[in-house]
């Protein structure tokens, strides 16, 4: 499997991903214990977080301001600023016996114990399994793994939008769901090829 450039990358159709019906927002209590039973029903989950920019030299950003949790079909949006209502989040993201696949998921890690006291369990870097899995040289983003493996383009055009504000716009939900929701379908299609 060859990497592809990033002039290869923006050739290829965009990567549509999953439908904005299918991204839940959770800011109740009720919501929240609804979506962690969910999401307690699964081995594996694709998982991501978003903090606000900083743009000031030296400015440490106070995020992660959202948390995405991603199930084959639906993904679960978390803004941090409700968090009493969603504490119960730390029993699936401690769960050893429930794997969550992510890219960058060492700053992940770190942002969520700082902030919260939450320890990330049974994580699995894609980055380097990507790698691996695909015999390129290079750490691999979601999207180039995107490419490689569905040969479609992860649009990232709202990476560097302000993720502390509420409501998010809906550009943002679906490039923080979609940045999950890859996660996952990028594990489940490595599961799929090792098997033929």
């Given at each position: 499997?060859?990497?592809?450039?990033?002039?290869?990358?923006?050739?290829?159709?965009?990567?549509?991903?999953?439908?904005?019906?299918?991204?839940?927002?959770?800011?109740?209590?009720a919501?929240?214990?609804?979506?962690?039973?969910?999401?307690?029903?699964?081995?594996?989950?694709?998982?991501?977080?978003?903090?606000?920019?900083?743009?000031?030299?030296?400015?440490?950003?106070?995020?992660?301001?959202?948390?995405?949790?991603?199930?084959?079909?639906?993904?679960?949006?978390?803004?941090?600023?409700?968090?009493?209502?969603?504490?119960?989040?730390?029993?699936?993201?401690?769960?050893?016996?429930?794997?969550?696949?992510?890219?960058?998921?060492?700053?992940?890690?770190?942002?969520?114990?700082?902030?919260?006291?939450?320890?990330?369990?049974?994580?699995?870097?894609?980055?380097?399994?990507?790698?691996?899995?695909?015999h390129?040289?290079?750490?691999?983003?979601?999207?180039?793994?995107?490419?490689?493996?569905?040969?479609?383009?992860?649009?990232?055009?709202?990476?560097?939008?302000?993720?502390?504000?509420?409501?998010?716009?809906?550009?943002q939900?679906?490039?923080?769901a979609?940045?999950?929701?890859?996660?996952?379908?990028?594990?489940?299609?490595?599961?799929?090829?090792?098997?033929?």
């Open positions: 499997m060859e990497r592809p450039t990033k002039a290869q990358i923006r050739e290829l159709p965009l990567y549509e991903g999953i439908a904005l019906e299918n991204v839940i927002v959770i800011t109740t209590q919501n929240a214990m609804s979506a962690i039973a969910e999401l307690k029903k699964h081995a594996c989950l694709g998982f991501d977080t978003e903090s606000k920019p900083c743009f000031i030299q030296g400015e440490v950003s106070d995020g992660p301001h959202l948390i995405q949790i991603a199930t084959p079909f639906k993904v679960f949006l978390f803004p941090t600023q409700f968090y009493e209502h969603f504490i119960g989040i730390n029993d699936v993201l401690s769960d050893p016996l429930i794997k969550k696949v992510g890219f960058g998921l060492k700053e992940d890690k770190k942002i969520l114990w700082r902030k919260f006291g939450i320890k990330l369990v049974n994580a699995v870097e894609l980055s380097s399994k990507v790698m691996r899995f695909s390129v040289k290079q750490p691999v983003g979601a999207r180039v793994a995107v490419a490689m493996l569905f040969k479609q383009r992860l649009s990232k055009s709202a990476q560097q939008s302000n993720w502390s504000i509420y409501p998010l716009h809906e550009h939900k679906k490039y923080a979609n940045d999950a929701h890859c996660a996952l379908l990028i594990e489940l299609e490595m599961q799929r090829l090792s098997q033929d």
